[in-house]
């Protein structure tokens, strides 16, 4: 099965500076690779996802990168703001047709601190 | 839209005890899942169904059963708790856009076994 590998575990910034967050996938089949935020207590919610068929994709401040041949991927924050603290979970499936019927497989999460 | 509801929102069971836990979506979603989220692991899928009589096992199933009768709920049973099974449970359901299933994610159960 899909073994995904989510580095670094916890990582701190500044106010202003940009944060990276990796993951590295084990299954070339995976083609949708989706970001999620987990504020303290809450739910995780949906930032931003690329699909196999783009190497990247930007939304404001967020932007992920895809590079299917080395089977990783990355999420950049720029700009950061305090609000921006959180744990960050990189996850991946199949989701093209057939069996996979969405199933993901998460990293095992970034905490992620902004200093003000 | 209430989106994905889960009940109880915190639990505290003793070892051997039952129970089940319930998520409902009302956005008509074929699929849904169920997660526990451990510290320093991630979410784990536990069960999953792709539809109304089905369910099916993911990573993690041991330990648990789970029913989905009607499509909009999919209940998630221990049949007696271990300690092992303190967790978070996270129910999701998920829809097809754009060539990819986009799931969503209940507001989470806090069980603690005793």
């Known amino acids: 099965g899909e073994n995904v590998e989510q580095h670094p575990s916890t990582l701190s910034v500044q106010e202003g500076d940009s944060a990276v967050i990796k993951c590295t996938y084990s299954d070339s089949a995976s083609n949708y690779f989706p970001w999620y935020k987990q504020e303290l207590g809450k739910r995780p919610q949906l930032i931003i996802d690329?699909?196999?068929?783009?190497g990247e994709k930007k939304d404001q401040r967020i932007a992920v990168t895809l590079n299917k041949t080395a089977k990783h991927f990355s999420l950049h924050i720029t700009e950061t703001q305090p609000e921006d603290s959180a744990v960050y979970f990189c996850a991946a499936s199949r989701n093209a047709g057939g069996t996979s019927y969405g199933k993901l497989t998460f990293g095992q999460g970034t905490i992620l601190t902004v200093h003000p | 839209n209430a989106g994905v509801t889960q009940t109880p929102k915190f639990r505290v069971l003793k070892t051997g005890q039952s129970m089940t836990l319930l998520c409902a979506q009302d956005m008509n979603h074929e699929y849904m899942y169920w997660y526990r989220q451990d510290p320093g692991m991630g979410l784990r899928l536990i069960h999953y169904?792709?539809?109304?009589?089905?369910?099916a096992k993911g990573e993690v199933p041991d330990g648990y059963n789970v029913s989905r009768l009607k499509k909009q709920n999919f209940l998630l049973g221990l049949e007696s708790a271990a300690p092992s099974q303190t967790s978070v449970y996270f129910c999701a359901s998920s829809e097809w856009i754009s060539g990819g299933y986009e799931q969503y994610f209940g507001p989470g159960t806090r069980l603690t076994v005793t």
């Open positions: 169904s792709v539809g109304e009589g089905t369910t």
């Open positions: 690329i699909r196999s068929n783009v």
